[in-house]
């Protein structure tokens, strides 16, 4: 039995009534409420508004109006209500635990920010507005600017595209528009590639044109300087490479200065993905690294809530070899005040590559962004980087003994282990992600990245106390032990989620999307 400092039981006895294996009548469990789907407890006939039939009004859609019911479910308010809170609660936050997934950096979000942002002058405001009513906005877009120029020590930097996977293409158009202009882009076409690399780089790489080769990772989880020189060969076919630093094993790239230099000798670019700036933010500047781009994850390294497929922000910055391509529109402060310049082909944008998107990005991010930063500072943001490797590097520690550490030696801002501590064992990284469930924890990252086997990466970040870390370090060890010891359990783990172990192939590729309706009144109505 556990106990509390006060002598107060905190868990419960080995009394079988208790546990698991407990079927309830109501199929809630404990206070989490079971739920079905939303078709399931509403009903097409029923409404949650009381409002009378609208008369008199003469439809003017003509044949496309609708001919028989549409089939919704309708509850009351409250139904409503609880039927999303029943959903959220099924579902893991950052806000209700540490969040271990590695090349997410999934942080607590202020709340600062979210006051900020919900002022109506940022709030309100539509892309369409006449400039001189938004100035405000336009003043902020272009102080976030100079800050994450600042940060990287680059001169420009382009604030439309709306996520990290969107900064790359920005990027890798801007590369792809400085060929063109040098003359070389039909005989430019090769883009290296660490075989470490997240999935979205060779993506992009291949998206704008290029073709992709892979450099291969020396046994310290780094490029191979002597493969990288022999994949960049004679040179001239060479339009650039995309690197990430700290890359995704969570370690440095020491050779990176190196690395610029090689593929500038050869007439090519450095792209940079900037995914893991958390880890060097306000202690390194890539722009003193040799870089010609990088996208910075602002939903990353400066919070704003992100994962589910919430929304991003990828600005990107451009050395000065490609800030006359960065897209538009961009904002210039004259004496009359801040302007965006919209079209490419023109006067200060006489070279731009066009349009990322239709607007100038993702306003609500960078509102939360410089809010994070302000109320940081420049002594705070390095404190970031500096506390979420130590963050990183005591669950490295804490683990080493029970899981097996893919490299030796110090990590950045992430823990990458292996799966070798379970050779000859039936149970694998699966397994362990899904024991993790039932100690109340969102697995980590899991095989990726792919040059290590069985990969689990952790990426506590610095907004967890020691004391999460050590709940989470407990449990994750003690997941691993029982796995180590042959604990058969794990293979259909976890037993204490809403949901048991699916079949995530199936689960993937042939998804059930549709509810069909069971009786027949409610098929014809949706029919
Ligand atoms: C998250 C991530 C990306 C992609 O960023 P999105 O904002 O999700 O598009 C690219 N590279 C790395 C290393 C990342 O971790």
């Known amino acids: ?44 006939d029923k409404t949650g508004v009381d409002l009378t039939e609208p008369v008199g009004n003469r439809s003017r859609i003509g044949d496309v109006k609708r001919q028989g019911r549409i089939g919704l479910p309708g509850l009351s308010e409250p139904e409503a209500v609880r039927h999303y809170v029943r959903l ?24 600062l920010n979210e006051k900020v942002v919900r002022l109506p002058g940022f709030a309100n405001i539509h892309p369409l507005q006449p400039q001189a009513t938004i100035q405000g906005a336009l003043q902020l877009i272009d102080e976030l600017a100079d800050w994450l120029c600042k940060l990287t020590n680059m001169p420009a930097v382009a604030m439309s595209p709306k996520a990290g996977a969107h900064g790359e293409l920005c990027g890798m158009l801007a590369i792809r528009a400085a060929l063109e202009a040098r003359g070389e882009a039909d005989k430019r076409k090769r883009v290296l590639v660490p075989s470490s690399a997240h999935g979205t780089n060779p993506a992009t790489a291949a998206q704008c044109g290029f073709t992709v080769h892979e450099i291969k990772a020396s046994p310290d989880g780094r490029v191979d300087l002597e493969d990288l020189k022999t994949k960049i060969g004679s040179g001239d076919d060479v339009a650039g490479i995309m690197l990430t630093n700290p890359n995704t094993c969570g370690l440095f790239e020491r050779d990176i200065v190196e690395i610029a230099e090689l593929i500038h000798e050869a007439g090519g670019y450095f792209y940079c993905d900037g995914a893991n700036f958390n880890a060097i933010v306000g202690r390194v500047r890539p722009g003193d690294l040799g870089i010609d781009a990088m996208h910075i994850n602002l939903h990353k390294t400066f919070s704003t809530p992100h994962g589910g497929g919430g929304p991003g922000a990828g600005p990107t910055v451009l050395s000065e070899a490609l800030a006359p391509f960065a897209p538009v529109p961009f904002i210039v402060k004259g004496d009359d005040g801040y302007r965006l310049v919209e079209h490419s ?10 349009r990322m998107c239709a607007f100038h990005g993702q306003m609500g ?75 109340g924890y969102h697995p980590m990252t899991v095989y990726f990245p792919l040059v290590v086997h069985g990969a689990m990466l952790i990426e506590p970040t610095e907004t967890e106390s ?45 998804p059930r999307l549709k509810w069909t309706p069971q009786d027949d009144d409610a098929r014809q109505a949706a029919e």
């Open 1 to 44: 039995m556990s106990m509390n400092s006060q002598g107060r039981q905190t868990r419960p006895t080995d009394d079988p009534a208790t546990t698991h294996s407990l079927e309830t009548v109501s199929g809630s469990r404990g206070l989490l409420q079971r739920e079905d789907l939303i078709f399931e407890i509403g009903s097409v």
């Open 88 to 111: 959220s609660q099924r579902n893991y936050a950052i806000d209700l635990g540490l969040f271990p997934l590695g090349s997410c950096t999934m942080k607590h979000n202020p709340r």
């Open 345 to 354: 082909g023109e006067g200060q944008a006489a070279e731009s590559l066009g």
């Open 365 to 439: 991010m960078f509102v939360r962004a410089l809010s994070y930063m302000m109320s940081h500072g420049a002594d705070g943001l390095k404190q970031v980087a500096e506390d979420a490797v130590l963050n990183a590097n005591y669950l490295l520690a804490r683990l080493k003994d029970d899981m097996s550490p893919a490299f030796d030696g110090y990590c950045m801002h992430e823990a990458l282990f292996s799966d070798a501590f379970l050779k000859g064992s039936d149970l694998g990284t699966l397994d362990i992600a899904k024991g993790l469930i039932d100690e």
């Open 466 to 510: 020691k004391a999460e870390l050590d709940r989470f370090a407990d449990a994750l060890g003690s997941v691993a032990r029982r796995a180590k010891a042959g604990d058969a359990s794990l293979a259909t783990a976890p037993h204490l989620a809403p949901i048991q172990r699916l079949d995530e192939t199936q689960a993937a590729r042939a």
